[in-house]
């Protein structure tokens, strides 16, 4: 079974970069054709995708958010991570890591349990 568990700070303060670790286990992250992706839900709003990684190794990012994020890996660990700079409060989420559905960018099957991040100084 798919398990993905996020790791990272809960607190950022603003302008800084949030960075958030993914660790999977019951699949490789390299493995044909998924994505592994961030998808956060501010509070009282809908579900925003974030970004994803391909397992290629490609990235693609939300328009609103893609200036901002770098998505990479450690294949290694069997670990993605997401980095998203100069930090603002509407940025405050609860963050979840999540694997495709087959070859589909943007339907996830498997998720992480979330983590909270807020953005305060």
């Known amino acids: 079974q798919v398990q993905l568990q996020e790791s990272g700070p809960g607190l950022v303060k603003p302008s800084q970069t949030l960075s958030l670790t993914c660790t999977v286990s019951?699949?490789?992250?390299?493995?044909?054709?998924?994505?592994w992706g961030w998808i956060r839900q501010p509070p009282g709003k809908e579900l925003e995708w974030v970004g994803a990684?391909?397992?290629?190794?490609?990235?693609y990012g939300s328009p609103s958010l893609q200036s901002r994020t770098f998505i990479f890996r450690d294949t290694s660990k069997n670990q993605f991570t997401l980095h998203l700079s100069s930090v603002i409060p509407e940025d405050a989420a609860v963050y979840y890591c999540?694997?495709?559905?087959?070859?589909?960018?943007?339907?996830?099957?498997?998720w992480g349990q979330g983590t909270q991040v807020t953005v305060s100084s």
């Open positions: 999540a694997r495709s559905l087959f070859s589909n960018l943007y339907a996830y099957e498997f």
């Open positions: 019951g699949a490789n992250i390299t493995a044909r054709t998924y994505y």
């Open positions: 990684m391909g397992y290629t190794g490609n990235t």
